[in-house]
């Protein structure tokens, strides 16, 4: 009798990130705090926070960001997470996210009298690229 997997799916609106039936735990980061979903984990539906995914398949662990989304536990041990942005934190260009954290920030400081929306849009863009940077020197150590 063979061991149940997760089959887990991370999509994003320009492509599937990550698509395997034989993943063993997957930990993801919700609006009300980091979940582990085993095989046969009860369905949810959850939203995402701007955190790290990690997966682990055949003793391995495999790191994703993302930002903003919705996961779906299904019954049948399908996990599926529509991203609005993911990446494999192998992938990642430190010097590029460190970049793009600090034009957010400098974007930030010049802008004058912020609504609440702007500001929260700025904040949103700045802890979305320091997530980035944080998870791929986490992974190059």
């Given at each position: 009798m063979s061991k149940t997997k997760i089959q887990l799916h991370i999509i994003?609106?320009?492509?599937t990130m990550y698509n395997n039936d034989a993943v063993d735990a997957v930990v993801i980061p919700t609006r009300d705090g980091e979940i582990t979903v085993l095989p046969n984990?009860?369905?949810?539906?959850?939203?995402?926070?701007?955190g790290e995914i990690r997966a682990q398949h055949d003793g391995h662990e495999i790191s994703f960001t993302v930002d903003d989304g919705i996961l779906e536990v299904?019954?049948?041990s399908r996990v599926v997470?529509?991203?609005?942005?993911?990446?494999?934190?192998?992938d990642i260009d430190i010097d590029r996210a460190e970049?793009?954290?600090?034009?957010?920030?400098?974007?930030?400081?010049?802008?004058?009298?912020?609504?609440?929306?702007?500001?929260?849009?700025f904040k949103g863009l700045m802890a979305k690229e320091l997530n980035r940077v944080k998870i791929a020197k986490k992974w190059r150590k």
């Amino acid at each position: 009798m063979s061991k149940t997997k997760i089959q887990l799916h991370i999509i994003t609106a320009e492509n599937t990130m990550y698509n395997n039936d034989a993943v063993d735990a997957v930990v993801i980061p919700t609006r009300d705090g980091e979940i582990t979903v085993l095989p046969n984990h009860m369905p949810l539906v959850s939203a995402l926070a701007v955190g790290e995914i990690r997966a682990q398949h055949d003793g391995h662990e495999i790191s994703f960001t993302v930002d903003d989304g919705i996961l779906e536990v299904r019954p049948d041990s399908r996990v599926v997470i529509l991203a609005h942005r993911s990446e494999r934190s192998i992938d990642i260009d430190i010097d590029r996210a460190e970049e793009a954290y600090k034009r957010a920030e400098q974007a930030m400081d010049k802008a004058e009298n912020l609504s609440d929306t702007q500001f929260a849009h700025f904040k949103g863009l700045m802890a979305k690229e320091l997530n980035r940077v944080k998870i791929a020197k986490k992974w190059r150590k």
